[in-house]
């Protein structure tokens, strides 16, 4: 029975310290504020997203870990940022298409060939009638070739 009583009276001991430190039992004006939940933002608000924006990211830990609040807002940010930043890939990169088209088929190329295909010649001139368009025919064996001095 001294064993139960010993153990009854370091009880209300330790629970009359408990609650004089939580009370704050005098002029140490009780327990300290408790730091807010929640951070402040650490991606900069003013300006779009850098490495090292995302490299000095670091979310507050939690009993189940990262707060996932604090999680989601910063991937649904770089989730946006992403995504304008690709469509403006995009965009440049159409713009740049079309420039090199232009660029390759200038508005000037086809001016000298009125609308012809480029690779035919307009200034090709045809040959007279009496030209030979080939090689001199030469007679097969037994057939005659008419030549003028021949006939002398």
Do not use: C, W
Request: proline share 11%; aromatic share 4%.
């Amino acid at each position: 029975m001294v064993m139960f009583l010993f153990l009854v009276i370091a009880l209300v001991v330790v629970v009359g310290a408990v609650t004089l430190a939580v009370l704050g039992g005098g002029e140490s004006g009780g327990l300290p504020e408790v730091p807010p939940e929640r951070l402040t933002d650490q991606l900069p608000p003013d300006r779009p997203l850098r490495r090292a924006d995302i490299d000095a990211v670091r979310f507050p830990m939690t009993v189940r870990g990262y707060r996932m609040l604090d999680v989601d807002e910063a991937l649904d940010r770089l989730s946006a940022e992403l995504t304008e930043r690709d469509a403006r890939i995009a965009e440049l990169e159409a713009a740049l298409a079309g420039a090199q088209a232009t660029a390759v088929a200038g508005p000037g190329l086809l001016k000298g060939y009125g609308g012809e295909h480029p690779g035919r010649n307009q200034d090709r001139q045809e040959p007279p009638a009496d030209a030979h368009p080939g090689p001199p025919q030469h007679p097969g064996p037994g057939e005659r070739t008419e030549r003028p001095e021949d006939d002398q």
